[in-house]
T-cell receptor, first 112, second 115 residues
Framework: DAKTTQPTSMDCAEGRAANLPCNHSTISGNEYVYWYRQIHSQGPQYIIHGLKNNETNEMASLIITEDRKSSTLILPHATLRDTAVYYCIVVYTVTGANNLFFGTGTRLTVIP | ETGVTQSPTHLIKTRGQQVTLRCSSQSGHNTVSWYQQALGQGPQFIFQYYREEENGRGNFPPRFSGLQFPNYSSELNVNALELDDSALYLC??????????????FGPGTRLTVL
């Protein structure tokens, strides 16, 4: 199963773009990259996912490199409410189940 | 709000007891997954149920078991509780589309404390 590597923590100024990197060098061709975030002991919140192409939704953009070995989550205009632990996850399947393997994530702190 | 609810919010048990945690999935979601999150760690996959049958299991012993019902509700049962079972237990529901292309929506969790 593919694993991910993320920085332990990052800071971002309020109103600026937050760029969260993730390495997943052992990803397989049919494995998706997902991003979730968790705000202080609440349930994780789905942000975005992608396979090969870059993706954008109302929350964020996901940029996946051409070799798929790394990706970047972009929050275009960070607010204080974006302070959370962000998990980059490669989804692997075990007997048909889509398992989310959460690592330790990146703790993003948005600074006023 | 994800539309996924869990009960109870908090629970205190003693070692050796049994516990049942409950989850109500989003309407129409046919898949539910359960995760255990110890303090300071990321969630760990316990198992997944698809159309009322176990569809995959993480590295958890058989004393962790589950049920999924036709009305989009599900249960996580843990027998012979141990101190290390103290954690936040999360359920997540999804629609089980193409393998891998299936976002999961999490409930708020149940905080279990084993004394």
């Amino acid at each position: 199963d593919a694993k991910t590597t993320q920085p332990t923590s990052m800071d971002c100024a309020e109103g600026r773009a937050a760029n969260l990197p993730c390495n997943h060098s052992t990803i397989s061709g049919n494995e998706y990259v997902y991003w979730y975030r968790q705000i202080h002991s609440q349930g994780p919140q789905y942000i975005i996912h992608g396979l090969k192409n870059n993706e954008t939704n109302e929350m964020a953009s996901l940029i996946i490199t051409e070799d798929r070995k790394s990706s970047t989550l972009i929050l275009p205009h960070a607010t204080l409410r974006d302070t959370a632990v962000y998990y980059c996850i490669v989804v692997y399947t075990v007997t048909g189940a889509n398992n989310l393997f959460f690592g330790t994530g990146t703790r993003l702190t948005v600074i006023p | 709000e994800t539309g996924v609810t869990q009960s109870p919010t908090h629970l205190i048990k003693t070692r050796g007891q049994q516990v049942t945690l409950r989850c109500s999935s989003q309407s129409g979601h046919n898949t539910v997954s359960w995760y255990q999150q110890a303090l300071g760690q990321g969630p760990q996959f316990i198992f997944q149920y698809y159309r009322e049958e176990e569809n995959g299991r993480g590295n958890f012993p058989p004393r962790f078991s589950g049920l999924q019902f036709p009305n989009y509700s599900s249960e996580l049962n843990v027998n012979a509780l141990e101190l290390d079972d103290s954690a936040l237990y999360l359920c997540a529901s999804s629609l089980a589309r193409v393998a891998g292309d299936d976002e999961q929506f999490f409930g708020p969790g149940t905080r279990l404390t084993v004394l």
